[in-house]
């Protein structure tokens, strides 16, 4: 067979076996709803039923950790546990588990951001308020089903529990640092000193174990309505943990830590064209000889337990895992740094032995080298093509359509950049006219221009920002990199999802063949015509 024989033929089984897909990205904390914060209610329900009738089928989400300072979901408490503050209250009224008078003083929460203290405040106390209530009143099938998850969970709930027990704790004496500053018999976890504070926390713990609980049992319900729905869900692993985790607190020895318990080497980026200093993180770095002799044991348990959350992960700072940044601790840049060889195809190949096939997605934007590009392209993981990074440059431009190979997600803007109407309207009149030239339009109906043109490239995959989808500014923007504070907080109205949105969806759903399935006579089959993808 010719060689372009060969390569025409490969490109052909992998677009019948990759059919080509699009979808919306967005956080549950942006859904509407009225106790200040999206959540795994109705309205998570309601989002894939607009979906569905958008003719779409990826939901795309941020991590779903407990957040802290920062309130960022790539900075949590813990790789395995479930942001409690996502729980749905309403439900747990139906449940009986909270009564319809708990809700009713609720305070007035903006609609349209998220205030992070004053939910967190507010719910806390409810979930709380919602284990003593269902102590007192349980049936024994909800009983059996919490002992059930506690003994499925056990090999993270348990340190995640008395972690988060023994940091209430502390905080309640005013004591708001880093488990690096508890008392150094719990810093080095000496069997007896938790044991005690097992005892003596035992309430605190089974509440933690009880928001689990509530978390994953309403997340079940969520993903259970976007299986029936042909919809599947991308969800984000960060390729570090927080030091403040659970995770760096109960598996010490797989960072690079020293006697106490402190970093002798913490994450960034070396300087670039874009930062004389670099960017300079400060998660932990893995002790991946640790990780070797440990047959990746952490990293596949923690992989598995993502995967039976959604149905694709896309693994953040892809490039980390063939080489890496390494900043010595106490460094206020990133300037003295080296970069440490990362555990590259190893590392993959045991995943894919213990795991079997390993739907990831290689978050590979910025600086990527042959290296990098070659372990990616050996396991088949699709990378990522941003439009907005597509026009500061040429025609050999990686990110313009007319480059791309079909093995990739195109977006037009991430959860990092700003929405696609503000980027256009901050830059320069040289891109700007770019844009206007590559895509033959004049630009007044962006960022609608921009979403056809993800919709029509031979990406097996599009996702789409639904700020994009909204044609919102940079007011509605999710995250700005290094700013300090004011992120994470957007959240849409109900009444911002609109027929003429859902309708454009669907018509660049079936027009560029996307979200539609093979059928028996070989053609296919794309979105009905009342927007439910036909199955």
Known sequence: MAEGDKSI?????????????????????????????????????????????AGQCVWQVLPLGPTGYGDSPYQSFSSFAGNPMLIDLEQLVEQGFLLPEHLRDAPEFPAGHVDYGAVFTFKRDLLRTAHSQWTRSADRQSRGEFVAFCEQAGAWLEDFSLFMALKRSFEAEGRVGSWAEWPVDLVRRKPNALERRRRTLSEEIEQQKFQQFLFFRQWRTVKEHADERGIRIIGDLPIYVAYDSADAWSDQQLFHFDEKGAPTVVSGVPPDYFSDTGQLWGNPIYNWKRHRESGYRWWIERIRANLQLVDILRLDHFRGFEGYWEVPAGDQTAENGRWVRGPGADFFRVLKRELGALPLIAEDLGVITPPVQRLRDRFRFPGMKV?????????????????????CVAYTGT???????????????????QVRRYLGRDGHDMPWDLIRLAFSSTADTVVIPLQDAMKLGSNARMN????????????????????????????????????????????????????????
């Not at 209610?41 to 009738?53: I, K, N, S, V, Y």
Request: charged residues 25%; hydrophobic residues 30%; contains cysteine.
């Open 9 to 53: 033929r490969e490109w052909a089984t992998h677009r019948r076996d990759n059919p080509r897909a699009c979808g919306i990205l967005l956080h549950p904390t942006s859904l509407p709803g009225p106790f200040g914060i999206g959540s795994l209610g109705r309205e998570a329900l309601a989002f894939l039923d607009f979906l569905q009738a």
């Open 387 to 407: 439009l907005q990074f597509a026009f500061d440059q040429d025609a050999d431009n990686e990110y313009l359509p007319h480059n791309y190979l079909p093995n």
């Open 480 to 535: 700005t990199p290094s700013r300090p504070g004011g992120n994470w907080q957007w959240r849409f109205t109900k009444d911002m999802i609109t027929e003429e949105i859902i309708g454009r969806l669907r018509e660049l759903a079936r027009l560029y063949g996307r979200c539609s399935g093979p059928r028996s006579d070989g053609r296919t089959e794309g979105s009905s015509s009342q927007g439910g993808n036909r199955k």
């Open 415 to 433: 959860h990092d950049n700003n929405t696609t109407l503000g980027w256009y309207q901050g830059e320069s009149d040289v891109v700007r006219d």
